[in-house]
């Protein structure tokens, strides 16, 4: 029997079998075979470029698999596009959001809902009324007159879920959804989740292994494109998978060292500086970071660490205060300077403010010094020695790539990770400033990238880590500042601070002064 | 001459000027907005002016005479939309730079329809062209009457387009696919509306309307068709598309600012003012370099990845 038109009819069972998909210099999925049946929720692990959104795509007719097939209720279909993963009652909530951001909340839902295109003029009165049947239907408030560029990331997916159920999905598919989550965000949306497996089914995609134990009955795992484990949940643990994912025992390292005994290096004081929108981001913000030490900021965010970073990097003017690195004053100097004094830099927006993704890895590798006498005769780049250097970081860092020429905006968010550490490190910083460094990333990435930072605190190097993750935050700091609104709430000695605590702080609740020990260094 | 008849002067010359730089300027908006930027706009001007001119010139004195100037718009704006659609076969389906395929395309469009002129007409002809319709009772009112109301009736249309053009981009389902096709083209892929097609489809229309533009020149402007008869005007076009923004509104206001300045310079070298006039000549570009320095650049509502081919399978 050959494939057959996708119909309206209830999704008992979606099969997938040998799908094999690859692409230039690496095979994404490998022979994949994966059942998932009605109202099941099944997780889907594997660490950056395991072939989990390529899957995906595939099963959304984005991607044509090299081999391999789709099977619904038993019979093979076949997906041109998504329009026929639609018609079979499949939506995706992807990774990169698919919003168009100058468009309203209500334009975007009705840019995939073909009944609203019907008539000579957009039928947006129908869509709005959609969209509040479902908003209600789920409990997911939205605004459908806003534009999408003034959503937060939370409200951005809200619209992404509430666009793929508008478009009639009884089969769901999100992929990371939480990665880019608060933890508050998060769990409101485990719960929805689970609810709404009650009529359909869910495959739900992430590397936080506890949500995957809390959320689903059933969990794959891919590793390099195959299928490594497929089992019911019940009774996996999250080290398990974790050692599953990557083939070997995950530890996440953790800080042991004596607190930061060295000279302050990085001091900032009484920083104010305004947001995109012109009002005071950092209101009056104090903190020094000594060498061999690990400062951390805690926070919701959007608190005002993106301004901070951007402050303190030379990318954003600074109306008042003063930032000194090792006594000298970095204060609206240029990033040029700055970098040349010593600072490293890991943006919270990798693919855009870390590389620049369509040079190659190699030039990406030395964006920071391709003008200095180790890479250039002056007007020529030093191709040898950036081919020297490339490759030297390459196995350092274990940067997985097809080859160090391929433009870097083609490898998974980890690797790109790796290749903006490998850079920042070469260049020995005094201090780092690492923004959200494993945002997104799965535990194999994490645990590197941990570990490169623990190594680098022996060395003696001042870091700044600004993240959102508190396990994080209590692995690796010395001392956890709490911001809120703009302003330091409290420091905290890293073996002091308490998850409790901390989410108290985070929430701008600032406990009496008596639980907590005087910081030395710490401005008032 | 009093000041008042200088200005009103000054605008009805301005003002008819506008009209293929409005019509060629709000066709390359539909290109920008589904993403693609199309420097061939000239040479389909001048296609269009020549076929429009040809049509109209080989139908003089036949019982088609009546229809001459209808039939050469058409002509023109048939040709206009194949261009367009050739201009979509090379960017949109082979992914060629579209800077490069667009001067491919002027250089085609300009050559080919001064060879083709020299070939069939040979020299300077002059053909009644458009005529002007005076609307009733508007055109006699004082002082803007005879500005505003007494202009051919490709010169009513091309404003009516405007508004026209507004709803189509902004209410319409095919303008919201236009749109999201030149924002986030993975975004509409994802939701079934298929990029490629909407690219066509919007460089069909843009392709019509400077079809038409061209038309505009030789049958309703100079009533004769010369080589150099567009003189630029289709890269003034795209100029004005990024000085409007990408709204038709701001397209008519910069077509309009840069005929008014055309017409201003030309007057200035008439009544003998004495100025230089290599600057006079100079005023209209420079009025719209400097607008367009000053203008904030409309990035969250222009079209963000204007020139950049689609591949669903190309990750960047
Ligand atoms: N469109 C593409 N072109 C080339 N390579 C790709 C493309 N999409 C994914 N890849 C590669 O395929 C592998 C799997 O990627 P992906 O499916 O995105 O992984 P995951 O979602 O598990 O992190 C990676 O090595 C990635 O670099
Ligand atoms: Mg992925």
Redesign the pocket.
């Known amino acids: 029997m050959g494939p057959t038109r996708p119909t309206r009819e209830k999704i008992k069972e979606l099969r997938v079998e040998g799908i094999t998909k690859r692409?230039?210099?690496?095979v994404?999925?490998d022979s994949v075979d994966l059942t998932i049946g009605e109202n099941e929720i099944l997780a889907l692990v594997?660490?950056?470029?395991?072939?989990?959104?390529?899957?995906?795509?595939i099963l959304m007719g984005l991607?044509q698999p090299d081999v391999g097939k789709i099977f619904i209720n038993g019979r093979p279909v076949q997906f041109k596009g998504p329009a026929d993963a639609f018609a079979a009652g499949i939506g995706m909530v992807h990774?990169h959001f698919m919003l168009v951001p100058n468009m309203t909340v209500a334009e975007n839902v009705a840019l995939g809902l073909k009944e609203s295109h019907t008539h000579l003029r957009l039928d947006l009165s129908g869509v709005k009324k959609r969209i509040a049947e479902i908003s209600e239907r789920y409990k997911l408030p939205v605004q459908p007159d806003a534009y999408v560029w003034q959503l937060s990331v939370g409200e951005q997916q809200r619209v992404e879920l509430i666009k793929t159920l508008c478009f009639g999905a009884r089969f769901l598919i999100l992929?990371?959804p939480t990665s880019a989550l608060t933890p508050q965000e998060t769990d409101d949306l485990i719960v929805l989740l689970r609810r709404m497996a009650s009529d359909m089914s869910i495959i739900f995609?992430s590397h936080k292994l506890a949500e995957v134990t809390a959320l689903s009955d059933k969990v794959a795992i891919?590793r390099r494109?195959r299928v490594v484990f497929k089992g019911t949940t019940a009774g996996q643990t999250a080290a398990g998978l974790a050692t599953l994912m990557t083939g070997h025992e995950v530890v996440l390292p953790r800080n042991e060292g004596v607190d930061g005994c060295g000279e302050e290096r990085l001091v900032v004081q009484d920083l104010c500086v305004k947001s995109d929108r012109g009002f005071l981001a950092l209101d009056g913000v104090g903190f020094s970071v000594r060498s061999g030490e690990i400062l951390g900021l805690a926070g919701v965010s959007g608190n005002g660490q993106k301004e901070l970073a951007e402050a303190l990097a030379g990318l954003r003017r600074v109306e008042k205060g003063r930032v000194s690195l090792m006594g000298r004053d970095l204060t609206n100097r240029s990033p040029r300077e700055i970098i040349d004094a010593g600072l490293g830099y890991i943006p919270e927006d990798r693919t855009n403010e870390g590389i620049v993704s369509s040079f190659s890895i190699k030039e990406n590798l030395i964006l920071k010094d391709f003008a200095s006498p180790k890479f250039s005769h002056g007007i020529f780049i030093k191709s040898q020695e950036e081919a020297r250097n490339a490759a030297s970081l390459q196995e350092r860092f274990d940067i997985?790539?097809s080859s160090l020429n391929s433009a870097a905006g083609?490898?998974?968010?980890?690797?790109i990770q790796k290749v903006i550490l490998a850079r920042e490190l070469a260049r020995e910083p005094k201090a780092l400033i690492a923004v959200y460094p494993t945002r997104g990333l799965?535990m194999g990435a994490e645990e590197f990238i941990h570990t490169r930072l623990l190594e680098l605190r022996a060395k003696g190097v001042a870091i700044f880590l600004i993240s959102e993750e508190l396990d994080e935050l209590m692995n690796l700091c010395d001392r956890i500042a709490v911001i809120f609104k703009g302003k330091i709430l409290d420091i905290l000695a890293g073996r002091e601070a308490t998850r409790p605590a901390l989410g108290l702080l985070m929430a701008g609740i600032r406990p009496e002064a008596a639980d907590r020990a005087a910081e030395p260094g710490e401005k008032a | 001459m009093t000041a008042l008849t200088i200005v009103l002067n000054i605008l009805s010359i301005g003002i008819p000027f506008s009209v293929s730089l409005l019509l060629a300027s709000l066709g390359e908006m539909f290109n920008q907005r589904a993403g693609i930027f199309n420097l061939g706009c000239e040479g389909i001007m001048s296609m269009g002016a020549f076929l429009g001119f040809m049509c109209a010139y080989s139908l003089q004195n036949t019982a088609m005479t009546p229809y001459a100037n209808l039939m050469g718009v058409l002509v023109a704006g048939v040709a206009g939309t194949l261009l367009g659609l050739l201009f979509a076969l090379v960017t949109v389906t082979f992914h060629a730079p579209q800077g490069i395929a667009g001067i491919g395309l002027q250089m085609l469009g300009t050559g080919a329809a001064g060879t083709l002129f020299r070939h069939f007409v040979g020299g300077v002809t002059g053909i009644p062209g458009l005529p002007n319709c005076p609307i009733p009772l508007l055109s006699k009112v004082p002082f803007i009457g005879p500005v505003l109301f007494n202009m051919n009736i490709l010169a009513y249309l091309a404003f009516l387009f405007v508004p026209l053009s507004s709803y189509i981009l902004f209410k319409t389902p095919w303008g919201l696919k236009v749109r999201a096709v030149g924002t986030s083209p993975r975004s509409a892929d994802t939701m079934a509306i298929s990029v490629q097609r909407t690219r066509y489809q919007a460089l069909a229309v843009g392709g019509l309307f400077a079809g038409i533009a061209g038309a505009y020149l030789s049958l309703g402007q100079a009533k004769m068709f010369a080589d150099d008869i567009v003189a630029g005007r289709g890269f003034i076009a795209v100029a004005l598309v990024y000085f409007g923004g990408w709204d038709p509104y701001r397209i008519l206001g910069g077509s309009l600012l840069f005929s008014i300045a055309q017409s201003l310079q030309l007057s200035i070298q008439v009544l003998g003012i004495k100025f230089p006039y290599e600057f006079a000549v100079m005023l209209p570009y420079v009025l719209v370099i400097v607008v367009l320095a000053f203008t904030r650049s409309a990035v969250v509502k222009g079209p963000a990845e204007l020139g950049i081919p689609y591949d669903r399978?190309?990750?960047i």
Not at chain 1, 23 to 26: K, S
Not at chain 1, 46 to 57: D, Y
Request: one cysteine or more.
């Open positions: 692409f230039p210099g690496i994404a999925c594997g660490e950056n470029g395991a072939g989990k959104t390529t899957l995906m795509n991607y990774q992929d990371e995609i891919l494109g997985r790539c083609s490898l998974s968010g980890g690797n799965d | 399978e190309k990750r």
